[in-house]
């Protein structure tokens, strides 16, 4: 089936970047939304940011000016590039993607595992 796997989360400096990447593999047929969220301890999961398959972003507040998510269609990977980064984005960073399976007529929402982003002195 559909898979989401997350990758180039790790620790960082205060007003440092990371690059988080998400590709997509299985029997897919389409994507259309894709996401991602964040949990840190004792929180909630929020949303961050998201692209639609036209190329349309919504971001949180609380990111805005500072992150960029993209996408690569040809490639099932969507993006999260993250600068001037702060301690409070300290969580689990999640991919979510709303991906139509081959052969089926409707989609269905799917998560990865997550990956952590760290941001200390």
């Known amino acids: 089936q559909v898979q989401l796997v997350e990758s180039g989360g790790g620790l960082v400096q205060p007003g440092g970047i990371l690059r988080l990447s998400c590709a997509a593999s299985?029997?897919?047929?389409?994507?259309?939304?894709m996401g991602w969220f964040r949990q840190a301890p004792g929180k909630q999961r929020e949303l961050v940011a998201t692209?639609?398959?036209?190329?349309?972003?919504n971001y949180a507040d609380s990111v805005k000016g500072r992150f960029t998510i993209s996408r690569d269609n040809a490639k099932n990977t969507v993006y999260l590039q993250m600068n001037s980064l702060k301690p409070e984005d300290t969580a689990v960073y999640y991919c979510?993607?709303?991906?139509?399976?081959?052969?089926?007529?409707?989609?269905?929402?799917?998560w990865g595992r997550g990956t952590q982003v760290t941001v200390s002195s």
């Open positions: 692209i639609t398959s036209g190329g349309s972003t």
């Open positions: 299985g029997s897919i047929f389409s994507i259309n939304a």
């Open positions: 979510n993607a709303y991906i139509i399976v081959t052969g089926l007529r409707v989609g269905y929402d799917y």
